[in-house]
C-alpha cells in the first residue's frame, strides 16, 4: 500500500524558512515524480514544484528562486526548502506521489506571519 507522510510544518515570521519532508512508502520514490502542492483557504490546490524521476523539476513562478525540492531516494523522502517565506505562501501543503494517479499525503499547515 503506497502512503506518503509530509512533516516540517508550522508557523514563521515572513522571511524565515522552513523544510518540509515527505517521506513515501509501499513503492521505491526513486522511480516516481514526486511533487508538492498548496492550497490556502478559499483557493484552489496549485502545484507549488515537481521533481521527476529523471531529474528534471520545475516551480510554480511564485515560488521561483525561493523554494527547492529535492530528494534522498535512500531515505525515499522527497524535500521542500522554503526560504524568503511570505504570508502569501500561507497555505495547507500537500506531497504527491506519481504522475497520473496521484497518491496524496495529509498536509501540513505552514504559516507565515507578517
Known amino acids: 500500500q503506497v502512503q506518503v507522510v509530509e512533516s516540517g510544518g508550522g508557523l514563521v515570521q515572513a522571511g524565515g524558512s522552513l523544510r518540509l519532508s515527505c517521506a513515501a512508502s509501499g513503492t521505491t520514490l526513486r522511480f516516481n515524480t514526486m511533487s508538492w502542492y498548496r492550497q490556502a483557504p478559499g483557493k484552489q490546490r496549485e502545484l507549488v514544484a515537481a521533481?521527476?524521476?529523471?531529474?528534471?523539476?520545475n516551480y510554480a513562478d511564485s515560488v521561483k528562486g525561493r523554494f527547492t525540492i529535492s530528494r534522498d531516494n535512500a531515505k525515499n523522502t522527497v524535500y521542500l526548502q522554503m526560504n524568503s517565506l511570505k504570508s502569501e505562501d500561507t497555505a495547507v501543503y500537500y506531497c504527491a506521489l506519481g504522475a497520473v494517479r496521484l497518491y496524496w499525503g495529509q498536509g501540513t499547515q505552514v504559516t507565515v506571519s507578517s
Open positions: 521533481s521527476t524521476s529523471g531529474g528534471s523539476t
